[in-house]
């Protein structure tokens, strides 16, 4: 998701059939949004610091080639300074962003849910392996267009599955103003972790308990229907004991994140409301792009034991 977004789209239909999964893992570059905030920065106030993203990453790689060519006294001193350094060169990275943001507490707020969102991943310590691509663009919102073309304005796009109940309110208004954003997108992303758990084959309790397979198999009918809260609510507060440890894990995820987003949305209305012209409500979008992707990393941190996870994941 942040991917699209760090090029300036909205995906607007994120669902279970729009994940793929590459029959062999895919090495990528690490994610990082700095060239798109900075880029954000700069075109709006073309102002050019030193702090750039590529100058870091050479600094940094200037700085290990010296130490490699010095008889290296105690091996983890030196490792320690290195990795001071680097943390020194992230945060002088955006507090210099910041401050070329100047008084623009719009412009602000999105350099800080990006270092936000940056030091959540550094903590997560993700995998550069790509497991799952989100595929199919036929609905992406160009973002820098968002907000003046009329388009956008009042039409919402999505699987009705996986939509927030914001959106699914939209949809049964006659004349509706509502304009889909991240935190939509962001809970048609919880939406999709729920399918993917229910329906894996690694949830299946039949070998385990008869009661936690009916059960499973009753939240799978329940999520293709009207009924797919209360199977939420039944994931959240009533996973029988003898269930796989996956839908165990993502209850607990599930109990923390749903109200996450919740409130998310919220501060994302009222800071949407507030903001005025085109420059701000774009802000705003990746303001709570950046920092919904943000709680969910924090998120999986938190709960990186009972979710199972380890630093490849």
Known sequence: MMSIGGKGYLHRDVSIGNVVRPIVPVQRRAFTSRRGVEELVKGLHHIKHSASSEAIESNNEGAQGSHADRPAKDEHDR???????????????????????????????????AQRLEKALDKLGLSTECRALLIDGECVGFLPEYFVDPPHAGNVFGTPEFMSERLIAALRKVHSTYVQNPVDDLNSFMWTTIWGTVFNPRADASQRSAAAQETLEQWQKMLKTHERL???????????????????????????WRPALWNLGKKFGDAFEDAMGADQKLHVFYQFALEGVAVYAELLHELRDTLGLDATQ
């Open 79 to 113: 490792s320690g300074a290195e990795g001071a350094k680097r943390h020194s060169d992230k945060e002088g990275f955006w507090t210099n962003l910041g401050g070329a943001a100047g008084h623009n507490p719009y412009l602000k707020n999105v350099v800080n849910a």
């Open 230 to 256: 209360s199977a939420l609510s039944e994931i959240e507060d009533r996973v029988p004991p003898n269930s796989s440890s996956l839908v165990k894990g993502i209850s607990s995820l599930i109990a923390e």
